[in-house]
């Protein structure tokens, strides 16, 4: 199982545990995309495109205007970049 978290300063960190070990703690804590506070900013989640292997992390961002708005990444697993 893995966890994905902000800490409204720029980075997204993924957490990992087993679902034996669920949900008595994560380990292993990374952080894997990282860019100014304004550009990832809070409330992400992540999707499994259907049919493929293809993950899509949506994220909050604040633009140079100061409306927020969405971000979108790819990646192929859930354990690289």
């Known amino acids: 199982m893995r966890l ?3 800490d409204d300063d720029g980075r ?3 957490a990992e545990t ?4 669920f949900p008595s703690g994560f380990r292993t804590t990374k952080v894997v995309l990282r860019d100014s506070k304004f550009a990832l900013f809070e409330d992400q989640a992540v999707y499994r495109v259907q049919g493929t292997n293809t993950y899509l992390l949506m994220m909050e961002a604040i633009g140079s205007n100061g409306m927020r708005c969405y971000r979108s990444f790819t990646a192929q697993g859930l354990d690289g970049q």
């Open 12 to 14: 997204l960190y993924r």
């Open 4 to 6: 994905f978290s902000a």
């Open 18 to 21: 087993t679902l034996a070990e």
